[in-house]
């Protein structure tokens, strides 16, 4: 079944076409990315489809009886509810029946409120139809929905009567997120939904997208992210709009593949066409081979002729070089504590990096990973402790909140004033490889998109030579081409990096070390983002089969030889899975049983010898309430299991 179609939907902005005749469709079940270059259209269709812009022309056709859902990018939520109220408000239609039904049942409870028995009856069936609706739409878990969006997203260590209006920017557009998902629209159209997310709570978000029973249309520049979602991709490219099937590294094999193919036929007709001419040429004016002549002319001129297949718009080019070569010690941090004025937010920090090293400094949203770069980079927010810098060493620092651009200066002036012996033409000749040109170079930095100011950061940084690079999220911003052209460069780069990002796909290509930050401190990983999560995963269990079993062992037990510690660490984990899956059967049984003594106690007040009996009717009643509530606790017990059992699944 198709959920979703636009026919020809073209768009303008002023003088400027954006969109031309773009046709998409999604099917039930399906998850489908647009992918494309900043500027290229994207958030531009998803507002079309959302209803929140016209287009100039073309259809967007919805089945009536279908939902969509829209998150735009920086979602923002004004609230002056709590953020699990503000959730449940969701359920509103599903808690206005409860509220309904408990009425209801009180009025059960004293059947002498009722004219009749015949009046009696009639209500219990009401009744009875009422509590099956409720609980066919999930009336005994929507808490526990709500509290496992709350604690995927990240909210698990708030207070569930948290102010919505004390959050930031960022934790509203989270919870905005975590309302629509459980608002489960038949289409979820979400434009740039990692934004805002650390690393544990994209793992999250994509297994719930995964599980999804309703389709979804992203707009994503996280390649982790697309590869584990979706499973077709729309390129939108020089106006237009061109289908692949499968997930996003899919799609690039598919676009090579498809434009060496259209090369290939381009290079084909160009021999033809260079054939045909050239026998025109030489025969058009011979008598014996004039007619021959004359009918390769026509064919000539029937040719459709293909225009040579060009790559999407340009793309950045640059490198990064180094002026000197640092000392082979390039720094390193002891018993250093961070934080603000009189607040410390880490303390007892220990590293080392070498020449030539490109770290990853990977942990939560919050724990201070910014802070610590802007520690060694500038000193700024360190209170006590010692950074030293190896010899020789030069800093070029990134700084994701882009505070080191002017405002009020122009383009040309932001990179000329720090060089300003060279001369315009050479600046604009950086700026070039940067897609700054003609009149873009005289736009004051405050006119500039995130992506534009992130790529003057980038042409700063180029410049600077500097041989230690401390970058703060430098891929925010960037389109997914320009995101491999920094790959490359950081690559080629002959200096040393140390780097905060929360993309994946980035960590895993650039790293060659990984530091995790934690209350704890900081810990060590050698090598890319997937030994870090193969060895975190590894240490968390050996941590937990310790804890489990260290009260049973003796000295000698607890010191198995290596492979036996692997041997243990399978069958333990087999073991934990299995007692998982017995615990889940043993309250899927609960769960029937309460249900069904539920049911079993509503069909009892039908009884004359209950309904006329004003005391026992009253007793039945609270057994049912205290039903209910057991009813609700195991099922938020089950989903908690459940979600345990499949992340050891996952593992094993």
């Known amino acids: 079944m198709i959920l979703l179609q636009t026919n020809k939907i073209s768009k303008s902005f002023a003088a400027e076409l954006i969109l031309s005749d773009i046709s998409i469709e999604v099917k039930l079940g399906e998850r489908v990315a647009l992918v494309g270059r900043n500027g290229a259209g994207k958030s531009t269709l998803l507002k079309i489809i959302a209803g929140e812009l016209s287009a100039d022309s073309g259809d967007v056709v919805i089945p009536k009886d279908r939902t969509i859902g829209y998150l735009p990018q920086n979602a923002t939520l004004n609230s002056n509810q709590s953020i699990f109220n503000e959730l449940l408000s969701v359920f509103r239609p599903l808690t206005d029946l409860e509220k309904r039904l408990r009425n209801m049942e009180e009025k059960m409870a004293d059947p002498a409120r009722f004219a009749s028995q015949k009046e009696y009856e009639q209500f219990l069936q009401t009744y009875d139809a009422l509590q099956a609706e409720f609980k066919s739409r999930g009336g005994y878990t929507y808490p526990a929905e709500i509290r496992s969006v709350l604690n995927g997203l990240n909210f698990g260590a708030y207070p569930e009567d948290t102010p919505v209006s004390t959050l930031s920017g960022g934790q509203k557009t989270r919870l905005a997120l975590g309302k629509l998902l459980l608002q489960k629209p038949d289409l979820l159209i979400l434009d740039e939904p990692t934004n805002h997310l650390d690393i544990e709570t994209l793992t999250w978000l994509e297994g719930y997208l995964q599980r999804y029973k309703g389709s979804v249309l992203v707009v994503s520049h996280d390649r982790y992210f697309l590869d584990k979602v979706v499973n077709k991709v729309y390129e939108i490219a020089g106006c237009s709009a061109r289908k692949y099937n499968g997930n996003y590294s899919r799609f690039l094999k598919l676009r090579a593949a498809a434009f060496a193919a259209e090369m290939k036929h381009y290079d084909k007709q160009k021999k033809e066409i260079a054939r045909l001419s050239e026998f025109v040429q030489k025969n058009i004016v011979r008598a014996s081979t004039t007619k021959r002549a004359q009918s390769r002319r026509k064919q000539l001129e029937k040719m459709d002729i293909t225009e040579k297949p060009r790559r999407d718009e340009k793309s950045i080019r640059f ?46 949203n919050g724990i201070g990973k910014s802070t610590l770069l802007k520690a060694i980079a500038s000193g700024a927010t360190r209170l006590s402790g010692d950074i030293r810098q190896g010899s020789h060493v030069t800093i070029g620092y990134y700084d994701q909140e882009q505070s080191s651009l002017s405002p009020g200066k122009t383009v040309l002036n932001e990179l000329w004033d720090d060089y300003p012996l060279l001369t315009e033409n050479d600046i604009r000749g950086v700026l070039g490889l940067f897609l700054f040109s003609g009149d873009d170079v005289k736009k004051n930095v405050s006119q500039l998109s995130g992506g534009e100011k992130a790529r003057l950061m980038l042409a700063k940084l180029m410049m600077r030579r500097d041989n230690f690079l ?60 997937d030994y870090y999560i193969e060895k975190r995963t590894e240490n968390k269990e050996i941590a937990e089969l310790e804890a489990k079993t260290a009260p049973l062992a003796t000295k000698e037990e607890q010191k198995p030889a290596p492979g036996k510690a692997q041997y243990l660490k399978d069958k333990e984990a087999k073991k934990q899975r299995r007692r998982l899956a017995r615990l889940i059967e043993q309250i899927e049984r609960d769960i029937s049983r309460l249900e069904d003594e539920i049911a079993a106690r509503e069909q009892s007040l039908l009884k004359p010898e209950v309904y006329n009996d004003v005391k026992k009717a009253k007793t039945i009643q609270m057994q049912m309430e205290r039903d209910k509530k057991t009813l609700d606790e195991q099922m938020e017990k089950w989903e908690t299991l459940q979600f345990s059992l499949d992340e050891w699944s996952e593992q094993g």
């Open 319 to 364: 490198s990064f070089d180094i002026e000197r070569e640092s000392g082979r010690d390039v720094l390193a941090f002891s018993d250093l504590s961070l934080g603000y004025a009189h607040h410390t937010l880490l303390s007892g920090l220990n590293g080392h990096i070498s020449r030539g090293e490109r770290v990853a400094l990977v942990g939560p």
């Open 470 to 529: 401390i970058l703060d999220e430098p891929t925010n911003h960037l389109d997914l081409d320009s995101k491999e052209v920094l790959e490359a460069a950081l690559l080629d780069y002959p200096g040393t990096i140390l780097f905060v990002s929360h993309d994946r796909y980035f960590i895993n290509h650039i790293a060659t070390r990984v530091l995790e930050l934690s209350q704890e401190g900081i810990t060590n990983y050698l090598g890319d983002y």
